[in-house]
């Protein structure tokens, strides 16, 4: 059919302002017609056009759920980890993971376990609570110096004073809507505080052994881990929980949906921080030497981040706390027993470099698969047709849908 004729031109007129004959007679208006109709074609399929997204994530895929199989991976990584070690360690010394060894094992691993929980929880609601090793310190030297009065009345006031140490970090967080690391490391700053006043080591008081109860303890941490990395694993649990997660910009306020999960994170993880701070009181046989506790914040984010969850916020697996935790609490015991006279800092420092390396994993291959079978950095190929970036947006009837940045063709240039 020749451009010329009295068909094409009355079609091609119904999406033009001015039917001129001539207009149709070169290339470049035959080009200009058929990036109309494709934008056409795009439109009645549901994709919306807009200018190149030059703001924030290319998308965020908020009504998708996580793919799991990277973490399921991970997690076995994990777990011929622990094995690898553990014979390591039954090699050294096989009364090691025999009693009375092996609850002393056990309690170690419900301690750091509970301070792994701790920084899981508020990593996932993106508010990192920073303040957790000196929080267990403090509940340390606490608990050595009051141990005398009983298990209850030295935890109570612990607990309470934590309880509100936490409260009024969430609140900051929510009334200012600042990061949750800055706000956390304030208060680490305060906690180191209490924590010097002391001039010399703490003798442990009270006669309370936590040795009888370690199958106990360490039992209600991989309990805690296993379900809360299951409901982790819920679309609308984790949606919620992760609110706080960076999406465009970052200082912009998430809504009133991030309040529980804040104020819950980082209550929740400064409680923990005490019960692994009596803990660690309760099964030590020397003096507790005062510090700063941040190493204890190393270990507990370097555990959490090899768990496989992420630094980002809002995705972790399901086994992974159990096995980092289980793995790092055996290393330490044999390291100990070889006499490698590393530093807990040091440790901290290595687990963390490591886990930000698997963060790196899960968010490359933790993602929901693409829509319409498109890639994030997917280019067109040979068909020049397709857009080279889309993010997704929300039409107005509220459903999910594809914005295609088409370059000179998406505002008719």
Same mark, same amino acid.
């Given at each position: 059919?020749?451009?010329?004729?009295?068909?094409?031109?009355?079609?091609?007129?119904?999406?033009?302002?001015?039917?001129?004959?001539?207009?149709?007679?070169?290339?470049? !208006?035959?080009?200009?017609?058929?990036?109309?109709?494709?934008?056409?074609?795009?439109?009645?399929?549901?994709?919306?056009?807009?200018?190149?997204?030059?703001?924030?994530?290319?998308?965020?895929?908020?009504?998708?759920?996580?793919?799991?199989?990277?973490?399921?991976?991970?997690?076995?990584?994990?777990?011929?980890?622990?094995? !690898?070690?553990?014979?390591?360690?039954?090699?050294?010394?096989?009364? /090691?993971?025999?009693?009375?060894?092996?609850?002393?094992?056990?309690?170690?691993?419900?301690?750091?376990?509970?301070?792994?929980?701790?920084?899981?929880?508020?990593?996932?609601?993106?508010?990192?609570?920073? +303040?957790?090793?000196?929080?267990?310190?403090?509940?340390?030297?606490?608990?050595?110096?009051?141990?005398?009065?009983? =298990?209850?009345?030295?935890?109570?006031?612990?607990?309470?004073?934590?309880?509100?140490?936490?409260?009024?970090?969430?609140?900051?967080?929510?009334?200012?809507?600042?990061?949750?690391?800055?706000?956390?490391?304030?208060?680490?700053?305060?906690?180191?505080?209490?924590?010097?006043?002391?001039?010399?080591?703490?003798?442990?008081?009270?006669?309370?052994?936590?040795?009888?109860?370690?199958?106990?303890?360490?039992?209600?941490?991989?309990?805690?881990?296993? %379900?809360?990395?299951?409901?982790?694993?819920?679309?609308?649990?984790?949606?919620?929980?992760?609110?706080?997660?960076?999406?465009?910009?970052?200082?912009?306020?998430?809504?009133?949906?991030?309040?529980?999960?804040?104020?819950?994170?980082?209550?929740?993880?400064?409680?923990?921080?005490?019960?692994?701070?009596?803990?660690?009181?309760?099964?030590?046989?020397?003096?507790?030497?005062?510090?700063?506790?941040?190493?204890?914040?190393? %270990?507990?984010?370097? !555990?959490?981040?090899?768990?496989?969850?992420?630094?980002?916020?809002?995705?972790?697996?399901?086994?992974?706390?159990? =096995? +980092?935790?289980?793995?790092?609490?055996?290393?330490?015991?044999?390291?100990?027993?070889?006499?490698?006279?590393?530093?807990?800092?040091?440790?901290?420092?290595?687990?963390?470099?490591?886990?930000?390396?698997?963060?790196?994993?899960?968010?490359?291959?933790?993602?929901?698969?693409?829509?319409?079978?498109?890639?994030?950095?997917?280019?067109?190929? /040979?068909?020049?047709?397709?857009?080279?970036?889309?993010?997704?947006?929300?039409?107005?009837?509220?459903?999910?849908?594809?914005?295609?940045?088409?370059?000179?063709?998406?505002?008719?240039?």
């Amino acid at each position: 059919m020749a451009y010329d004729e009295t068909t094409y031109r009355r079609n091609a007129g119904d999406n033009q302002t001015s039917a001129d004959p001539s207009a149709y007679r070169t290339g470049s !208006a035959s080009t200009d017609f058929r990036g109309r109709r494709r934008d056409t074609d795009l439109a009645d399929s549901g994709v919306r056009l807009t200018e190149p997204v030059t703001d924030g994530p290319r998308r965020d895929w908020d009504d998708a759920r996580d793919r799991l199989g990277v973490h399921i991976g991970w997690e076995i990584v994990l777990l011929l980890a622990v094995a !690898a070690v553990a014979y390591l360690l039954y090699r050294l010394d096989p009364a /090691s993971l025999r009693r009375p060894a092996l609850d002393t094992l056990l309690i170690s691993g419900a301690a750091t376990g509970l301070l792994a929980l701790g920084a899981g929880l508020t990593l996932r609601a993106g508010v990192p609570n920073l +303040a957790v090793g000196p929080i267990a310190l403090a509940a340390s030297l606490h608990f050595a110096e009051n141990g005398d009065e009983g =298990l209850v009345r030295a935890a109570v006031p612990a607990l309470a004073i934590a309880a509100a140490g936490g409260l009024m970090a969430a609140v900051l967080v929510l009334v200012l809507h600042v990061p949750g690391w800055a706000t956390s490391l304030a208060a680490a700053m305060g906690v180191i505080v209490y924590d010097q006043l002391r001039t010399g080591p703490v003798a442990v008081q009270g006669d309370y052994d936590p040795s009888d109860h370690a199958f106990y303890l360490f039992g209600g941490f991989a309990l805690l881990a296993v %379900i809360g990395g299951a409901l982790g694993t819920v679309t609308s649990i984790r949606r919620s929980l992760g609110r706080m997660r960076p999406v465009g910009d970052p200082a912009a306020r998430p809504g009133a949906g991030a309040v529980f999960p804040v104020l819950a994170a980082l209550v929740v993880s400064s409680v923990f921080a005490v019960g692994a701070g009596i803990l660690m009181a309760a099964k030590s046989t020397v003096p507790i030497l005062p510090g700063t506790g941040l190493e204890w914040t190393g %270990i507990a984010f370097g !555990a959490a981040l090899l768990a496989g969850t992420s630094a980002y916020g809002r995705r972790g697996g399901i086994f992974g706390t159990l =096995l +980092a935790v289980a793995g790092l609490t055996l290393f330490l015991d044999y390291a100990d027993r070889r006499n490698f006279d590393i530093a807990l800092f040091a440790i901290g420092a290595a687990t963390i470099g490591a886990g930000l390396l698997v963060t790196r994993l899960i968010e490359t291959y933790g993602r929901p698969l693409p829509i319409l079978g498109v890639d994030d950095d997917w280019t067109g190929g /040979s068909q020049g047709d397709v857009p080279e970036s889309w993010s997704p947006s929300t039409t107005s009837s509220g459903r999910s849908s594809v914005q295609w940045d088409l370059g000179p063709w998406g505002s008719g240039r």
